[in-house]
């Protein structure tokens, strides 16, 4: 609570005392008209003295109208703190989520990420708001009948009050038990939306293999789970209500048996013992939404936990305290016996040494797992080297800002990534101030230009979510059209061309290899027609380098590389020339 305090609420404190002033004349004018009723029942029903009619009605009406408006200023300005710790801490965490390394991202499912955003975040801004207008608004409002009360009979305020000490054990056991129901309530939500956007994502294969009802049947037994738990956390806070009520009951009786007495003994005013009365009767809503609170309060910090636990976790990779930007001067990447694994026991790279001149461009081609994908993954750094390094133009990347390193690498990956905006905008995706003609002459070089304005809105259409609305071959092109727009010196290319068909093909490697001249160049090679003119080739195979030169050099060799080659091109009848020899593996695969 204190952590939510200092990171979240300081910063709205001018606000928060404005509401508070409003939620003073709330509590004052409750009050007040609780007061009233002594001179309303004396001074009118049992004197029947009508100067008193007017002051007397114009004082209730000021009342409420002060009332109502400054309980209208305390909502509006606590929805205001409430959103806006809701939007500040939503900025807060993407920023913080930005700056984790890729691992995280494939270590940790996108519904918990999500839930976090939607779920906890409401939650918090619930606790935040419900606390402060508790502790402002009930609160004051009940200090404020409790004076009154004790003005008018403080022998029956002592009454009234005594027995709700007793609710005190029980109303914090109960929060307590919300807390932890609240916790797994979160966790499971969190597990819901991870399932819902796989199957949604991959309906083309639930239906294609009928497995709607399994899928139905996994979401079913989470959605149980949630309802069981909701339903469990409602319960335990209805079990605040009984226990008010009871007290509260009490409290009335008490009051109307020992004030009655006294009214009838004429040794309390009837004007007197109904202001006392209406005061406690007033106060009892307040004191009960008080007694909820502690629930409510629970709810939110369940998930203002879960937050700042997430808040809490560093990156693994981060810029050197003295990191300075990368200066390209040539390209030239050397990668120096690197070791590397995803997972402890099982390494994906082995003291790996290769080199890669500036300028040149660089195939590596291997089987399935060898580790090709994995140089390729440690150049920008999105996960580093746990031996070794990796060097350009000679200077360590783990001594060169990320942004200036990554500013210097265009990628195109085996899996597209297209985001749900327009062909222009996922285009100058990382170039977003380039102007029309560069975009339309980065879409022409990836032989993209000619589909894209075939589309209804050209340039303007909308791809569709994870670029549904393209092909894959048309994916890859417009990717192509991005790297290409980006103009960096070192490119590191996927299987660029994998998707394409042959005029295609044909056209995206001529833009390429004007692309890539004078650019250091960096290719993972399936098909090895892509590569047979490459300047240098290195085989890569069980995460070590076991070959490397021209293809013309490691065809005479009659290696790995000559084998490769010959399942590809030397006329067996299970082989052709464009069979791969790896399939597309996630990026944490390899």
């Not at 009723?37 to 049992?46: G, W, Y």
Request: charged share 20%; aromatic share 8%; hydrophobic share 45%.
């Amino acid at each position: 609570m204190g952590r939510l305090a200092r990171e979240s609420i300081r910063p709205y404190i001018g606000w928060i005392g404005l509401a508070l002033v409003c939620m003073a004349l709330v509590a004052g004018a409750t009050a007040a008209s609780a007061w009233l009723m002594k001179p309303i029942i004396n001074d009118v029903f049992v004197a029947k003295n009508k100067e008193f009619l007017i002051p007397i009605s114009l004082a209730v009406l000021v009342t409420f109208g002060i009332k109502g408006l400054a309980n209208y200023g305390q909502s509006v300005l606590m929805s205001f703190v409430g959103q806006r710790i809701i939007t500040d801490t939503q900025h807060r965490l993407y920023a913080h989520l930005s700056r984790m390394e890729l691992g995280f991202f494939h270590r940790t499912q996108t519904g918990t990420l999500i839930s976090r955003f939607t779920i906890d975040i409401n939650m918090m801004r619930a606790a935040v708001s419900n606390t402060l207008t508790g502790i402002g608004k009930d609160f004051l409002t009940l200090i404020g009948l409790v004076i009154v009360m004790f003005f008018q009979d403080w022998i029956l305020a002592l009454i009234a009050f005594v027995v709700f000490p007793i609710a005190i054990l029980p109303i914090v056991k109960l929060g307590q038990r919300i807390r932890k129901v609240t916790v797994n309530t979160q966790e499971e939500m969190g597990q819901l939306t991870t399932l819902l956007e796989q199957t949604f994502q991959g309906a083309r294969v639930v239906k294609a293999y009928g497995m709607e009802e399994y899928e139905k049947s996994r979401v079913r037994a989470i959605a149980e789970r949630v309802f069981q738990l909701v339903f469990k956390s409602s319960r335990i806070r209805s079990l605040a209500s009984p226990i008010m009520e009871t007290l509260g009951g009490t409290a009335v009786a008490l009051v109307i048996f020992y004030g009655g007495f006294r009214v009838i003994e004429n040794s309390m005013d009837p004007g007197a013992f109904f202001a006392f009365i209406t005061a406690l009767l007033l106060a009892y809503e307040p004191m009960k939404r008080l007694a909820n609170l502690n629930a409510s309060l629970q709810e939110g910090l369940a998930g203002a936990q879960r937050l700042f636990a997430l808040l809490d976790i560093e990156p693994e990779i981060i810029d050197a305290p003295n990191a300075q930007p990368l200066a390209i001067t040539e390209g030239h990447v050397q990668i120096e016996n690197i070791h590397f694994a995803y997972e402890p026991g099982r390494s994906a790279l082995d003291g790996i040494s290769l080199d890669v001149p500036a300028g040149k461009l660089v195939a590596l081609v291997g089987a399935s797992g060898a580790g090709k994908s994995t140089i390729m993954n440690l150049i920008p750094r999105f996960y580093d080297v746990e031996g070794g390094r990796i060097l350009v133009d000679g200077t360590d990347i783990r001594d060169v800002t990320m942004e200036s390193l990554r500013a210097s690498i265009a990628l195109v990956s085996q899996e597209i990534t297209m985001f749900d905006d327009t062909v222009r905008a996922n285009i100058a995706y990382g170039r977003m101030d380039a102007t029309e003609e560069e975009i339309v002459a980065a879409a022409k070089a990836a032989a993209a230009h000619d589909f894209i304005i075939e589309m209804a809105d050209g340039y303007d259409t909308y791809v569709g979510e994870r670029g549904t609305k393209v092909s894959g071959g048309q994916r890859q092109r417009l990717a192509i059209a991005r790297a290409m727009l980006k103009d960096a010196p070192i490119l590191l290319l996927d299987e660029a061309t994998s998707a394409l068909d042959t005029e295609s093909e044909r056209q995206v490697q001529a833009a390429l290899e004007v692309l890539t001249k004078g650019r250091t160049t960096l290719v993972i090679a399936h098909r090895l027609s892509t590569v047979v003119n490459a300047d240098l080739i290195h085989v890569i195979d069980g995460g070590k380098l076991i070959e490397s030169g021209t293809h013309d050099e490691l065809i005479s060799k009659s290696g790995t590389y000559a084998h490769l080659y010959d399942l590809q091109f030397g006329g067996q009848s299970d082989a052709s020339p464009d069979v791969d020899i790896e399939p597309a593996t996630a990026i944490a695969g390899e």
